[in-house]
């Protein structure tokens, strides 16, 4: 294969660079989902947000807490290990679809405007989420290796015979 390349030259990458790329790697892992997917994180995310605000209390009660540990898991968890986007994703996306076709019920054939998941943003459709729900996500997250991990699980190959 490498005869097949032109002006193919061999580089040599200091571990600076490959630092680098792994970190634009971790960040843009989000975006590699598809975008319903990804407008559910999204949408999860503000609405829980929004719930945090209005749960600020001087004394933290425990769906404050629950609300800040979840939201942790929209952030990278750190080298050794990651969440699994696509099933978070999936379970928020589970989670929020009731609420959208209530919307749709509830719309009714009033009006022409077809409702998705950004309409559940608005203050008069917001759902709430409950503490059993964060409670799921928190035992039931899927975690996995991270992805410069997996990415050179796949470069490096193992001989079958050992």
Same mark, same amino acid.
């Given at each position: 294969? %490498?005869?097949e390349?032109?002006?193919?030259?061999?580089?040599?990458?200091?571990?600076e /660079?490959?630092n680098?790329?792994?970190?634009?790697?971790?960040?843009?892992? %989000?975006?590699?989902l598809?975008?319903? %997917?990804?407008?559910?994180?999204?949408?999860?995310?503000?609405?829980?947000?929004?719930?945090?605000?209005?749960?600020?209390?001087?004394?933290?009660?425990?769906m404050?807490?629950?609300?800040k540990?979840?939201?942790?898991?929209?952030?990278p968890?750190?080298?050794?290990?990651?969440?699994?986007?696509?099933?978070?994703?999936?379970?928020?996306?589970?989670?929020?679809? #009731?609420?959208?076709?209530?919307?749709? /019920?509830?719309?009714? %054939?009033?009006?022409?405007?077809?409702l998705?998941?950004?309409?559940?943003?608005?203050?008069?459709?917001? #759902?709430?989420?409950?503490?059993?729900?964060? /409670?799921?996500?928190?035992?039931?997250? #899927?975690?996995?290796? #991270?992805i410069?991990?997996?990415?050179?699980?796949?470069?490096v190959?193992?001989?079958?015979?050992?």
């Open positions: 294969m %490498r005869s390349l032109r002006d193919a030259q061999e580089g040599r990458f200091s571990q /660079e490959l680098r790329f792994i970190k634009v790697v971790r960040k843009k892992e %989000r975006e590699t598809p975008i319903r %997917r990804r407008r559910a994180l999204e949408v999860s995310e503000y609405i829980l947000n929004f719930q945090l605000k209005e749960e600020q209390s001087p004394k933290e009660s425990e404050e807490t629950a609300v540990e979840t939201f942790k898991f929209f952030r968890l750190g080298d050794e290990v990651s969440v699994d986007h696509e099933s978070f994703s999936r379970y928020w996306l589970d989670l929020l679809m #009731p609420y959208v076709r209530k919307l749709r /019920e509830r719309n009714g %054939r009033k009006k022409k405007r077809y998705s998941l950004n309409d559940l943003k608005a203050k008069k459709y917001q #759902p709430r989420f409950h503490l059993s729900d964060l /409670e799921f996500i928190k035992t039931h997250l #899927p975690l996995i290796d #991270p410069d991990t997996q990415i050179a699980a796949c470069i190959s193992v001989p079958r015979n050992k």
